[in-house]
C-alpha cells in the first residue's frame, strides 16, 4: 500500500507542475512578456527548468496547451453572431463580438506573431483561426456573397484581427473609436 500512496502523491505532484507551468506562461503573456522563456516560466511556476521540458518536451508543445486554453476562453466570445435583423443591427453585433474577443486575444495574438515564423503549430493555428473568422463573418453577414471577389476580401480585411490591432496600437484608437472605425468602414463596402 505504501507505494502506490507514493505514485499517487507523484502523479498528483506532477499534475500540480504542469498546470502551474501552463498558468504561468499564460500570466506572463498575458501580463506582456510576449516571448517568455523556459527559464521566465519555470521561475514563474515555482518549478525548475528540467520541469518544464519533462512536461512539455518543447516550447511548442507548451504553446499547443496554452492554444488550447485560450481557445476556450475566446470561442464563447465568437459564437455566430445573430444572422437576423437589419443590417446596422447585425453589422453592429459583429464589430462589437469582434472587439470583445480582439481585446482578450490582443496579447496572445501578439505573442503568437512572434513566434509564427518557426512554429509549424502555430502557423497552422493563425490558419485555422482565420478560417473560423471568415466563416463567422459570413454567416453574420450573408450580403458579402453578392460582392465581387476584391469587395468581399477588403470586407474580411477590415474586420480582422491584423486591423483591429493597427487601430489600436499603430493608430491609437481607443476601443470605442476603434469599433466605430471598423463600423463605418464595413457599412461602407457592404453598401457600395
Avoid: K
Avoid at 498528483?12 to 502551474?20: D, I, L, M, P
Avoid at 499564460?26 to 522563456?37: M, R, S, V
Avoid at 523556459?38 to 511548442?60: I, N
Amino acid at each position: 500500500m505504501p507505494v502506490r500512496a507514493e505514485t499517487d502523491g507523484r502523479v498528483e505532484r506532477s499534475r500540480r507542475n504542469r498546470q502551474a507551468i501552463v498558468e504561468a506562461l499564460l500570466e506572463l503573456i498575458a501580463e506582456g512578456e510576449l516571448l517568455p522563456t523556459g527559464e521566465q516560466v519555470a521561475s514563474r511556476a515555482g518549478v525548475g527548468l528540467r520541469t518544464v521540458f519533462r512536461h512539455f518536451e518543447d516550447m511548442d508543445s507548451l504553446h499547443a496547451e496554452i492554444h488550447t486554453r485560450v481557445r476556450r476562453l475566446v470561442r464563447p466570445l465568437l459564437e455566430d453572431p445573430a444572422a437576423e435583423g437589419g443590417l446596422e443591427e447585425r453589422v453592429r453585433a459583429l464589430v462589437q463580438q469582434r472587439a470583445n474577443a480582439f481585446e482578450r486575444m490582443t496579447p496572445f495574438m501578439r505573442s503568437g506573431e512572434i513566434q509564427r515564423w518557426r512554429s509549424s503549430f502555430l502557423q497552422q493555428t493563425h490558419a485555422e483561426t482565420v478560417r473560423e473568422l471568415r466563416a463567422n463573418l459570413r454567416h453574420a453577414l450573408t450580403e458579402i456573397e453578392s460582392l465581387p471577389a476584391p469587395m468581399q476580401q477588403a470586407v474580411e480585411l477590415v474586420t480582422s484581427y491584423e486591423a483591429w490591432s493597427r487601430l489600436r496600437s499603430e493608430q491609437g484608437l481607443g476601443r470605442e473609436r476603434a469599433a466605430e472605425t471598423v463600423r463605418v468602414a464595413l457599412l461602407a463596402l457592404l453598401r457600395s
